[in-house]
């Protein structure tokens, strides 16, 4: 696969939906000025050779349609609104392959303003720099295949469930029967850190001994993503729990941290960082503004994420099977020819075995960790062949047989059609 | 000032403008479920002794109004929408008195619920346990006031200009203007950080070596905020060499770094920290979407946040005024009783003296910064003029006079009504 984040020329270089009740040139030019040299009235020391080196840049805008009413409020009052496609190129000099102040340039004040009624990033093509200057993902999908004992296939995992309320001890009890089962990957809920009635500490040590215990039997050590979020002292010390008690991943919400909160943590774990994207609906749902999930997850595998949630097809969410597509393309998509940083999708929310084909097809792999929790949980032989019926469901998407047909030939896929 | 955070009860609270195309109870019930112990399904595990313990609680559902289409796509199709304002609470058990798990329990998953066709966070209360375990601002409105200069009335600032593009010595001879013209506080735009063209040390020492000559004749020190936002090695190593070279501020780009971020920069800082919501539009543009200022600016308060931007009023932005107004008042609340974390506004966007008396009223006081730019360097008798102008609009303001009046006395402000 080409890259599909590289500049072409050296300059950053990010694309909008944008809808204006402006002349879209004029609004173009607003928002470059806005995003670089420019403010609101022309100033002394602007120059047009200042203009020339630092000013943003209106490389593309193609008009898709009108509207007789704004997407957003407080925009300038117009008969007709354009929608266009709009992409703005900057040069590096301005920020530097800093991420931080990448996303200062490419979705600070522009969103603001009066020009604008709706607009929303929906590409990002950043210069070779970049690559040099961002960790990327330390373990990515093959550093986690090999933790997690995993060379083929998905991994199949699971989230502990209630994500909140269960004690350490109770949590360990469930991990015990999952990783009894065979799964590869547990996961805590996003909401599951380090609360007084379930604290991290005693969580990590009650459930790491489960683990460890049932990889000296079975050989294989399940992955469990401990969810570390916090200040970055208690990420640090939480991951340092979890590597010293032979654990094989950590987790963070990422819009909870923060960039620089990755970027710090990235610089000090030893271990694969599982996303979590909680709060991404308040930055997506509105298809007038905010973040496509693109340009948004690309922040995040530069600043070091390995595995990044993209919710499930079929999903029990808002969100529509092609943009979980989409979502998973772009975290497999080499951001750079010389860089890939590829990390591993995760999909979940509401997934069964019914899933794997479908999801097999859209991503063109198994590069994936596959999430299911009642899918799993609920089989009526236990958890083992809720996971041997997983596994049969991916072995069939793989061998491109149908289900149905494939469950002729295995007991516990035959059993789990009846309820997934 | 009674504390406006602060929880009733030692739950964590937060209220919300909930649009659902279901009935709204149950549509309540499983937002409070997804962000506690819930799950789509029922789960063996969550027992009534644990929902009750750890699940959270719809505290108020009060209906507003209906509609016959969704705010935002996605969500469960329905021949009616109705609009509700709801409280939920969570038991702090859940989650300790921890920032970062703070926002994914508030502003987590729920955005993307299919019950929820528009969803935005109006408010916060958070128990006490908050105010102990957090840092809050180091310098407030106080500590600013002493390391600036001014012991009453609003600080007057600006920013630099053009934004980005000029260089070092460039950006140091327009500071020079500014603070031989008796300006009292000076920022970096949120665009400049440390490109290559600009980079952050050779401008922090060429600006503070002027800001200190200055000093040493006028006996006053400018304040002159720093944009130091990048990765935390960066941005305390930045912080450090402004402190050396005897500066008063540093400044970073909220939504650029992140939570965690600014809480591991407030640990190590020993300057305050000018705070700006580049980013905010994206949050906040979509009236069915995201977050109020008042809950979003509290977080960063806690945090350590000792400036926050709140625009300005008539700003050539899409912000309305009372919405400005609302953010400020929220700034200056108190956010408990015996902490009260007031962080200081700051007003900026096409700003002038015709705002100071509007302003004044509208936050009853001057702890407060307010930056202008053509405000300021547009006046005929230069920045000299143009400070005191604004500084004599101020003094009107806080007497009640009007402009026009009080500028028969006084020449600066009279030449600047010309021109504002």
Redesign the interface.
Known sequence: MTARFESPDGRVHASYWLETGDDPQRAAEVIAGE???????A????TPE??A???ARVEQLEVIDHSDRPS????MVSARYTRCRLTLSW??????P????L???V????????Q?SG?RLLDLRLPAAFAAAAPGPAFGIAGTRRLAGVATGPLIGTIV??????SPA?TAD?VRLLVAGGIDFVKDD??Q?????CPFDQRARAVMQVVNEAAERSGRKAMVAFNI???????RQRHDLVLALGGTCVMV?L???????????R?HAQLPIHAHR??????S???????DYAPWQLLWRLAGADHLHV?GLAN?????DESVIAAARAVLAPAFDDHPMAAMPVFS??QTGLQAAPTHAAVGGCDLIHAA??GI?GHPGGVKAGVAAMRQAWDAAQSGVPLAEHARQHAELQAALGFW
Chains 1, 2 share one sequence.
């Open positions: 995003q670089s040299s420019g403010t609101f009235t100033v002394p020391g602007e200042l203009k080196r630092a000013g957003l409020p407080g925009g040069p590096l000099d301005n920020l530097g800093s991420l931080p102040n996303v200062s340039t979705a600070g004040n522009l969103f603001e303003l009066r604008v607009l469930k209630p994500s909140v309320g269960l109770q469930t996003e909401l850190a380090d609360g007084p009635h979020t916090g200040d970055l002292d208690e990420m919400n819009n909870s941290i923060g960039i620089a909160g990755l970027l710090a943590l610089k909680a709060g991404w609906g308040y930055l749902r509105s298809p007038a503004l905010g973040w919710n029990k969410f808002s969100e529509p929310s509401g929790g009642g949980l």
